[in-house]
């Protein structure tokens, strides 16, 4: 039997989830579920909020265009929250979007926008970014919603970084050119530490900035390869690296 089932809607809600509760849809969730998808009384949807785990529910229609949903059973418990953090300096926006949704698909447990000398934008919609991981997570099968943090500078960012917490930083001047062995050198992963995760703006760091970060103890300097990545496309490659070596795809 597959791990989820992926041929009943899920949606995210705020309210407690427990056995037998009615919790009344939002009015763009009713749409979403009786007029895009078509569904009618007593079909199957699955609801999570990160703390009760995922529940199966059934459609309750309350007139033609809106529903409650009768909570029925827990079909999965809640894991513990993902401990990777993924730091970013901001994007344009269409492409912030598919970085959030991305990095949330690949485990990332906390999201904070990090501004530094080069980027290029320092606008950022916190709660757009939220919508697009509860989309993610929806999609995906995921029981934990990542916290998004507030945006910091780069110094703080770094400060704010637990002293056991393992940095993974982005470097295309990394002297190591094979990412796998620099992981394993940092760490052991029969026992890995916290992670965080750092990408840098399409401008690169400046050196001051490098230096920086290069100064913290417990810093990892990764190469992606011989090419340049864009950013978001950085994202992908640097989390699918740092789950499969010290992370919960090993």
């Given at each position: 039997?597959?791990?989820?089932?992926?041929?009943?809607?899920?949606?995210?809600?705020?309210?407690?989830?427990?056995?037998?509760?009615?919790?009344?849809?939002?009015?763009?969730?009713?749409?979403?579920?009786?007029?895009?998808?078509?569904?009618?009384?007593?079909?199957?949807?699955?609801?999570?909020?990160?703390?009760?785990?995922?529940?199966?529910?059934?459609?309750?229609?309350?007139?033609?265009?809106?529903?409650?949903?009768?909570?029925?059973?827990?079909?999965?418990?809640?894991?513990?929250?993902?401990?990777?953090?993924?730091?970013?300096?901001?994007?344009?926006?269409?492409?912030?979007d598919y970085m959030a949704q991305k990095a949330v698909e690949m485990g990332a447990g906390l999201i904070r926008p990090v501004f530094t000398r080069f980027t290029q934008g320092e606008r950022i919609k916190l709660e757009r970014l939220r919508a697009n991981a509860v989309e993610a997570a929806e999609q995906c099968g995921i029981l934990s919603i990542p916290e998004i943090a507030e945006p910091a500078r780069l110094p703080a960012c770094l400060d704010a970084l637990a002293p056991e917490r393992l940095l993974v930083f982005c470097d295309e001047d990394a002297p190591v050119s094979d990412p796998v062995a620099a992981l394993r050198a940092a760490a052991d992963p029969a026992h890995p530490p916290p992670l965080a995760v750092l990408v840098g703006p399409e401008g690169g760091f400046h050196e001051e900035e490098r230096a920086l970060i290069a100064a913290r103890p417990n810093t990892v300097a990764l190469s992606l390869g011989p090419r340049i990545l864009r950013a978001d496309t950085a994202a992908v490659a640097v989390l699918t690296l740092v789950q499969a070596v010290l992370g919960d795809a090993r």
């Open positions: 039997m597959a791990a989820y089932d992926f041929t009943a809607p899920r949606l995210f809600v705020e309210s407690d989830l427990a056995e037998g509760l009615i919790l009344p849809l939002e009015r763009a969730q009713a749409n979403y579920l009786l007029t895009v998808l078509r569904r009618s009384e007593t079909d199957p949807v699955l609801l999570f909020n990160g703390r009760d785990g995922e529940w199966r529910a059934e459609i309750v229609p309350q007139g033609r265009k809106s529903a409650d949903l009768r909570v029925v059973t827990r079909t999965r418990p809640q894991p513990a929250p993902p401990d990777l953090h993924y730091l970013f300096a901001p994007l344009k926006t269409g492409r912030l």
